[in-house]
């Protein structure tokens, strides 16, 4: 076009025109491009949803969208129970708490009195139910004597009724594990105390049941830190929670025995530090690629759930043919790291040498960057953003292939966290910030119960009964 201008060089006026218009149709073509882009990438973003992005389901709205498949594979199995399955059936038992002999006196069919006839037989049914609660309430009688020798005058000692008059260990537990296990509101939970034991708890005995445990728990919220920090793997995530008006943040550290929240305004690196479980952590960090994880020295592993739900929107929503690639790789290689092979090393070569190929096939048929007027670089794809990742981390992808004790995915932190999620849903927002640190550490301990696999109320009266009843959980 430059040569075709340069003929009407001898007329300034009409050349001085066209070079105008020239550089405006190049500024246009500019702008066409960063507008096509633009709009390619708002189009992308309403195609989002939880089942091909990080976002959440509640996210999802009452949108009818055409349904995505997911990655599982069919099994070829019947619905309902598998043959061999054991199920838990009620069984009667062979001494029950109480027996009730049923007569016959009458026949139903002609109305002859049966009273004098012989019992041939009997028949055993058994019913299983609750039998009514009523609180129990016991009076300590305190002697009071004079010492002969010094008059002072001693009472005798009662630890488990300080107060004239107060509730006992069992209804602060089951008021404990009714608000933080079971997450019933205040409101709730003095409904069911009120129906079920016939005694009205008040918001102030709520509350300082919830401070008892939360003070009470301070050694054990330390302990459970200090064995984060030795374990190998840790699993890190973090949540929104609305408190004081605004939305704050939960992290959860946690592996496969233990588990701790910790509450902060910050959701980044200001949080991270605080909590001061990564800042000393030498191990592995499994995660779903948040930045402010990777600023620690330790070793890490991606959430390869995050990165399929990622490479799912690409594959379908935008047919990108590298993304179907990676999405099989990634699912043969979970299926390898799930079972013993006698060549596992071949099979860990073949699957570098794909996810290689893979990653060739991505950079040559991606686009480059489009130009803009705009300084600094160039925006890049949501697709271009997500390949390179696949090229400059791989080994923070594949990690669970190459350490056997490295899981796939992020979902043992994700499951913690849902109950975070649902406290609020539930429960509505927290009103101070002291409340919300106290049901993430009562929160840590019952989530660590239950992974030890003990009966929850039973580990919640224990704490004032047994000094430091955590050193006996499993710490790996």
């Known amino acids: 076009m430059e040569k075709s201008v340069n003929k009407y060089s001898n007329d300034p006026e009409l050349y001085g025109l066209l070079q105008e218009l020239i550089s405006r149709i190049s500024a246009l073509e500019s702008e066409n491009a960063r507008l096509r882009s633009e709009n390619s990438e708002l189009k992308s973003r309403l195609s989002q949803d939880s089942r091909n992005s990080h976002k959440p389901p509640s996210s999802d709205g009452l949108r009818r969208r055409n349904k995505i498949k997911n990655n599982r594979v069919s099994s070829g199995r019947t619905r309902g129970g598998q043959k061999g399955h054991k199920g838990k059936t009620l069984k009667q038992v062979t001494n029950p708490d109480k027996k009730v002999v049923r007569h016959v006196d009458i026949c139903p069919n002609c109305s002859n009195n049966l009273k004098e006839n012989p019992v041939e037989s009997t028949k055993r049914r058994q019913v299983f139910d609750i039998p009514p609660i009523n609180i129990e309430v016991t009076e300590y009688e305190l002697e009071v004597k004079t010492c002969p020798d010094c008059g002072e005058k001693v009472t005798g000692n009662c630890p488990e009724a300080s107060a004239p008059v107060q509730y006992g260990n069992r209804v602060q537990s089951l008021a404990a594990y009714l608000l933080?296990?079971?997450?019933?509101?205040?409101?709730?939970?003095?409904?069911?105390?009120?129906?079920?034991?016939?005694?009205?708890?008040?918001?102030?005995?709520?509350?300082?049941?919830?401070s008892l445990y939360y003070e009470h728990l301070h050694d054990f919220e330390v302990w459970v830190k200090d064995q984060l920090k030795e374990g190998d793997i840790i699993h890190n995530d973090e949540t929104g929670l609305r408190c004081c008006g605004k939305t704050q943040w939960v992290h959860v550290t946690s592996n496969k025995n233990l588990t701790h929240y910790f509450f902060h305004p910050k959701r980044g690196k200001a949080a991270i530090d605080a909590n001061d479980i990564l800042t000393n952590f030498n191990g592995v960090s499994v995660h779903d690629r948040w930045a402010?994880?990777?600023?620690?020295?330790?070793?890490?592993?991606?959430?390869?759930?995050?990165?399929?739900?990622?490479?799912?929107?690409?594959?379908?929503?935008?047919?990108?043919?590298?993304?179907?690639?990676?999405?099989?790789?990634?699912?043969?290689?979970?299926?390898?790291?799930?079972?013993?092979?006698?060549?596992?090393?071949?099979?860990?070569?073949?699957?570098?040498?794909?996810?290689?190929?893979?990653?060739?096939?991505?950079?040559?048929?991606?686009?480059?960057?489009?130009?803009?007027?705009?300084?600094?670089?160039?925006?890049?794809?949501?697709?271009?953003?997500?390949?390179?990742?696949?090229?400059?981390?791989?080994?923070?992808?594949?990690?669970?292939?190459?350490?056997?004790?490295?899981?796939?995915?992020?979902?043992?932190?994700?499951?913690?966290?849902?109950?975070?999620?649902?406290?609020?849903?539930?429960?509505?927002?927290?009103?101070?910030?002291?409340?919300?640190?106290?049901?993430?550490?009562?929160?840590?301990?019952?989530?660590?119960?239950k992974k030890q696999n003990l009966n929850i109320i039973d580990a919640i009266s224990a704490i004032f009964n047994l000094d430091n009843i955590w050193l006996n959980f499993q710490r790996t």
């Open 180 to 210: 933080n296990y079971q997450l019933l509101p205040f409101e709730r939970m003095q409904e069911f105390s009120n129906d079920i034991l016939g005694i009205n708890l008040s918001d102030g005995f709520l509350t300082r049941v919830n």
């Open 292 to 449: 402010s994880y990777e600023k620690y020295d330790c070793s890490h592993a991606y959430c390869n759930a995050h990165l399929l739900r990622d490479l799912k929107f690409l594959s379908e929503e935008m047919d990108k043919k590298w993304a179907s690639q990676m999405i099989q790789l990634l699912l043969d290689g979970k299926k390898i790291s799930e079972n013993i092979f006698h060549n596992q090393s071949d099979l860990i070569k073949e699957i570098e040498e794909r996810y290689k190929k893979i990653i060739e096939l991505g950079i040559a048929t991606e686009p480059p960057p489009i130009p803009t007027q705009k300084r600094g670089r160039k925006p890049k794809s949501k697709s271009l953003r997500l390949l390179e990742v696949f090229r400059d981390k791989k080994s923070n992808i594949l990690k669970f292939l190459y350490d056997p004790n490295v899981p796939f995915d992020n979902n043992l932190a994700e499951r913690d966290l849902r109950m975070i999620k649902l406290k609020q849903k539930i429960s509505g927002c927290f009103r101070t910030q002291l409340g919300a640190e106290r049901f993430c550490r009562i929160r840590s301990f019952i989530s660590t119960a």
